[in-house]
């Protein structure tokens, strides 16, 4: 195929409630989708980084400037282009998974529409429908926090992942447990709140019976990730330290952590993300798939991945209305704690005319 024009859409949605982690709180979804034309059909793909560079090092203005100057270029120089040829294309630029993900992305939703095959079967997806967690929030206080589970259980989502950070873990997750059971599948993510000093405060979550604590110490420290998770009953599970299949290889070699958390924009895009399922998978290591708040245009293909076989626990793969009263797209809609996995060609979903234009805030042309 050959790339004839690549836009950049900035775009503003608000939430429907603030949303509060370790690292900071979001009252809007502020991103930019990114949308490729070539000879044979139109792609999109949302950026799953922020405006400021908090959870990962990437940030919007630094992806657009990189994806303008340096990768874009690259892909389009390559002879006789294809989806699998952009990501050796792209190697040579160090790091900016998130950009290079956006458009490896983009790319392969133009690619296979218009093969007129969906991402779910190129993926290889055996599910038609993915098992839908929910993440919730570090709140003000406990009785709020236990309002909104109950809320996300009564809607019908069948696992919960709190947020926590020193001083909100324990008590939180406690109140959780006595109010809804042990039998809640129930895990907590720290964003790299803690240190490896804080292993004996950390293994009092060992009572709690969690699926998982994820990313408790700093990102890319596998030793003391490994360190760590000797001295917890709770699997480890690791987010921000896996940019790779080789990651997530050398990461279950430590044993460093238990279970892996797969993020397609974080890894680059949907290739590597199914190199690290296969990795994983062969080590009898689960995999589930996070979320980065997308909308529709994020949700899509994350679906699709979720429904490959290693993904054995539940993902963050939220119904529409978990963030957005409007989304950009015809919503995402919980049936019986799951979401369907589209079946269209490509990511299987497209914009909504007005409600893109209503939410976009600026839109430039990069080719």
């Not at 009252?27 to 959870?55: I, N, Q």
């Not at 292993?199 to 408790?216: M, S, T």
């Not at 890319?220 to 790779?244: F, K, M």
Request: aromatic share 6%.
């Amino acid at each position: 195929m050959k790339i004839e024009h690549v836009e950049l859409l900035h775009i503003d949605v608000p939430l429907v409630k603030p949303f509060r982690t370790s690292f900071g709180t979001m009252d809007t979804k502020d991103t930019f989708l990114l949308r490729v034309e070539t000879d044979a059909a139109e792609g999109w793909a949302e950026f799953g980084g922020d405006p400021d560079p908090l959870y990962s090092s990437e940030f919007t203005a630094g992806a657009e400037l990189v994806l303008r100057d340096f990768l874009i270029p690259r892909v389009r120089a390559v002879r006789d282009l294809t989806t699998a040829k952009a990501g050796p294309a792209m190697a040579a630029v160090k790091g900016h998974y998130m950009a290079k993900a956006a458009l490896e992305t983009a790319l392969l939703d133009a690619e296979l529409r218009a093969a007129g095959m969906s991402f779910a079967t190129f993926l290889g997806s055996v599910h038609d429908r993915v098992p839908s967690g929910v993440s919730v929030g570090i709140k003000p206080s406990i009785p709020e926090l236990l309002d909104d589970v109950q809320q996300y259980l009564d809607e019908g989502y069948v696992r919960i992942k709190l947020k926590i950070e020193p001083g909100w873990d324990l008590e939180p997750v406690r109140a959780v447990r006595e109010r809804f059971g042990d039998d809640l599948p129930l895990q907590v993510d720290a964003n790299t709140a803690y240190g490896l000093a804080d292993a004996e405060h950390l293994r009092k979550l060992d009572e709690f019976g969690l699926l998982l604590v994820e990313e408790p110490l700093d990102e890319d420290n596998l030793y003391q990730h490994a360190q760590l998770q000797r001295r917890l009953a709770t699997p480890v599970c690791l987010d921000e330290s896996i940019h790779s299949a080789r990651d997530a290889s050398a990461a279950i070699a430590m044993a460093a952590c238990r279970v892996v958390n797969v993020k397609p924009a974080r890894v680059g895009g949907y290739l590597e993300a199914r190199r690290i399922h296969d990795v994983a998978r062969a080590a009898g290591v689960p995999v589930w798939c996070g979320g980065m708040l997308e909308t529709g245009i994020g949700r899509a293909p994350n679906l699709a991945l979720a429904a490959l076989p290693g993904f054995t626990l539940p993902g963050d793969t939220s119904a529409s209305s978990r963030y957005f009263a409007e989304d950009l797209t015809e919503p995402f809609v919980l049936e019986d704690g799951h979401l369907r996995v589209p079946q269209g060609p490509g990511i299987g979903i497209t914009p909504i005319p007005e409600a893109l234009r209503r939410f976009t805030r600026e839109r430039r042309a990069l080719v």
